[in-house]
Each structure stands twice: as C-alpha cells, then as structure tokens.
C-alpha cells in the first residue's frame, strides 16, 4: 500500500488486521500462518487485506510494529520510574506478575518473532532489534538519570543491554519450564547488582 494518510475507519480496520496476524503469529508460527488465514479471521476480504499490505512480508512487519507496542505500553507505567531501585523492583514485579497471569505461555512477542526470523529473513531481524532497541533505550534513561544524579556507580549502557538481555533469558526458560523462577533469577541478579553500585540506596 501506498502512504496515502488512511481514514479513521482505514485505520481501524488496517489495525484489526495486523491484531489478527499479530494474534495468529504468536500461536502457530509464522510460516504456518497464511495470508487466507488471516482472512478468514478477520472476516475481510483477499481484495481489503492487500489494499493494507502488498504481501505478507508486509504483513510481518506491521506485526512486529504492534507487538513492540503492545509490550511497551503494558510496561509504559514503570519504564517511566526506572530511575530508582525501587522503581526498577516495581517493574520487576509487573513482569513476573505478567507470566503468571499467561501461565508462563508465549514468552515475550518481541522475542518470538526475532527468533523465527533472525536466520531468514534480515529485515524484519532488523525490525525487532529496532524494537528491542527502543525498549533498551527505555530502560537505560532511567539507569542514566540514577547515574546522573550521583545513585549509580556502573555504566547505564552495559546495565541496560545486560538487563534486558537478562529478562529475555528468563522469559524463554520460563516458557520452557511454565514457572516464573528462570524469570524471577534473572532479573533479582542483575537488580541485586544495581542495587550494589547504588551504595544502597532505594533512591
């Protein structure tokens, strides 16, 4: 499709669309998740769903645009009020929280999609790293805000990258294992470490 500005109805059903992909995706698999399969789901016809997107490709990339922020904006409340242990241990505590209400099912969407994709196919690899970036980049203003305020010792860079490379670790072993504590190490060690080059502080 071209970058025509859409209508609000556009959007929307633009939008029901990629939920629908989105929704199919991160249950069955990419590859087995068809461009008729996504039809059928949403109810549009082949004629509606290609006015939106030239091919799946197409597609895919809106997907991992809307997984990236849906995982954001379920976190937006605390990626905000990182810049304190506190703060830091809330958000902690909202992820954990997260996998226990899905039953430790699905890992992270972001990640998913990264892993079906990383080997074969380069740009939507660089899609997702483009969201895992953003999602750094959350993590590491809070992180820099404590540095700058003289409550933390360590790089906020190497924090940040080792934080959220931390939680994606524990949200495959959790998935493997369908229990939060992989999750729940993970993030303690890397948070007790913060906390260290904190002097303490909760602030």
């Known amino acids: 499709m071209t970058g025509k500005r859409l209508t609000a109805k556009g959007e929307a059903t633009r939008r029901?669309?990629?939920?629908?992909?989105?929704?199919?995706?991160?249950?069955q698999g990419?590859?087995?998740?068809?461009?008729?399969?996504?039809?059928?789901?949403?109810?549009?016809?082949?004629?509606?769903?290609?006015?939106?997107?030239?091919?799946?490709?197409?597609?895919l990339l809106a997907v991992i645009d809307y997984q990236t922020?849906?995982?954001?904006?379920?976190?937006?409340p605390h990626l905000d009020h990182l810049d304190t242990i506190t703060g830091l241990r809330a958000w902690r505590d909202l992820l954990v929280e997260n996998?226990?209400?899905?039953?430790?099912?699905?890992?992270?969407?972001?990640?998913?999609?990264g892993s079906q994709t990383a080997e074969t196919n380069p740009?939507?690899?660089?899609?997702?790293?483009?969201?895992?970036?953003?999602w750094e980049n959350a993590i590491r203003a809070g992180l820099t805000t404590m540095h700058s305020r003289g409550n933390l010792t360590g790089n906020p860079d190497d924090l940040?990258?080792?934080l959220l490379t931390a939680l994606q670790g524990g949200l495959l072993m959790t998935q493997i294992h369908r229990n939060v504590r992989p999750l729940e190490v993970a993030l303690d060690t890397v948070l007790d470490h913060i906390a260290s080059l904190s002097g303490g502080s909760r602030e």
């Open 30 to 59: 990419i590859t087995a998740t068809t461009m008729e399969d996504v039809r059928v789901a949403t109810g549009a016809s082949s004629s509606q769903i290609y006015h939106y997107f030239a091919d799946k490709q197409a597609l």
């Open 123 to 134: 740009e939507a690899r660089l899609a997702v790293a483009s969201g895992y970036l953003r």
């Open 160 to 162: 940040a990258l080792a």
């Open 16 to 27: 029901r669309i990629v939920a629908a992909a989105a929704q199919l995706m991160y249950e």
């Open 69 to 76: 922020e849906a995982v954001l904006d379920l976190q937006a």
């Open 99 to 113: 996998q226990k209400r899905l039953q430790c099912r699905g890992g992270c969407p972001i990640g998913t999609l």
